[in-house]
């Protein structure tokens, strides 16, 4: 059993790099709790020397035979025990992730789940792996085989650390590559868990290592590094712009994970209870902070009257409160900072003319005064091009927007920058296959949202990004292709000599 009080002190947290436990050479800081802003780790920040260290002791680590001359199979057998060392201290892991972002217990179990599901998964791809032997036009074996593009750097958001981590360090590690990991100031701890059930489960040292600290500092350093062969990015558009433009100095590929503003579209014909509870989900879960999050509703106009009530129904019943409580669906916001900027959001909605049908503060009274809490807020009145529904918030505000028109329905909802992902509520197959082919989003959801399987690719068009993340193809990220063409016959070359 676990005692509540091992969850409540301030853990020491070291960084771990070039095979070491020890702290980084930055200044010392602290990270908090969002239920009630108590301290919960302290640990310094990385600089851009261990930056430098850790890159070049994975580069010295990648080319060691105990790496370098692993089978896939054997690759996968880490990879499995990893899996398996991440069920083993599950309750625990969900437990660290709770602190550290304030989610919901229930849902930080999911993620801690989902992570383990994600190491099973890229072993399985690393040990079927197959190179192709191509069609040769000639007397000749051609073959095309993939190798490791070496040592790799991830940089991640503080919403889902354990799964938008493993995401990453899974399919880097069964493609054969090293990496150096720059978690999330705010949430370091789920890296580096994975980073000691890693070594725990066998990986080499300097194969993997972790550095918190600034992304201007750690994870600008990494981006530039000329040891670093790709970036694995998941956070903000603003950022991801900015690293793909420190790439293209070395024109190192990356993949951006970047932000959303997804519609969610309620047909006429939809099962309202069914539509209501899942643009409940689809904004509220994760308190909004989520970069999938159906932050537009369009409504059918002949059935948004109906829509609304029930769905004002459904918030009144939402349950806000203490990530610790079993009953939780919405927990606090990750900081006092960010809820200023959501409630600044929700100032600019008003501004704009927009009417909040409900939320719009912060709850108050007994606990919810000392963290960083706000209430699901939903507007209306709206106009689909106003800032407060172009801008991702990251937080849990609804925009509701009527619609009648099919094609200006779609032209709405393609009418902005992000293309992450979109949901469809109807009991027509044929309008939800036409609507989800004209969407322009990586993502599309019909009669359900939010849903997730790690054999499943994920991407973004427009600025929401690139690249595949998920999916077993997703090993091809991390790997350079070499072709071979070998000489089958005893023929001399065109210009032979003799
Ligand atoms: P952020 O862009 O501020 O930070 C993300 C990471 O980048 C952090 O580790 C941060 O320290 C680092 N970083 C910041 N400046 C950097 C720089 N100049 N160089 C290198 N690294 C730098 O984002 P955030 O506030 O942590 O997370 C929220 C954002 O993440 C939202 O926009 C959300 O939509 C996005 N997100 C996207 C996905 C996806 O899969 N598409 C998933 C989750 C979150």
Redesign the pocket.
Known sequence: PLSSQRFDMTDRLQSYFAGRWRDASGPEYTTEYPHDGSTVARLHAATAADVDEAVQAAERARLQPAWARLKHHERAGLLYRIANGIRERSEELAQLQRLDNGKPIKECRALVASAAGTFQFFGAAAETWEDTITPSRGDYLSMSVHEPLGVVGA??????PIA?EAQKLAPALAAGCAMVF????ITPRMALELARIAEQAGVPAGIISVLPG???IV??A??KHPLIKRIA????????V??QRLAAEKLMPTSL????KSPTIVMPDADLDHAVAGVLYGIFSSSGE??IAGSRAFVHESVYGEFKARLLEGVKKLRVGDPSSEDTQMGPLVNLGHRASVEKYVQLGRDEGGTVLCGGERPTGGFYDGGSYYLPTVFEGLPNNARMCQE?I?GPVLALLPWKDEDDLIAQCNDNMFG?ASGIWTRDFKSAWRIGRALQTGTVWINTYKVFSISTP?T?VKM??YGQ?KGRLGILEYTSQKSFYWGLNEAPMPWATS
């Open positions: 940089i991640t958001p503080w919403n889902s938008s720059k978690p999330a100031e600034k992304g201007s994870g600008d990494l981006v990015f998941t956070g903000g558009t603003t950022v991801g900015g690293i994970e970047l932000g959303g989520s970069c991702e990251f992450l994920f973004g929401s990004g993340e």
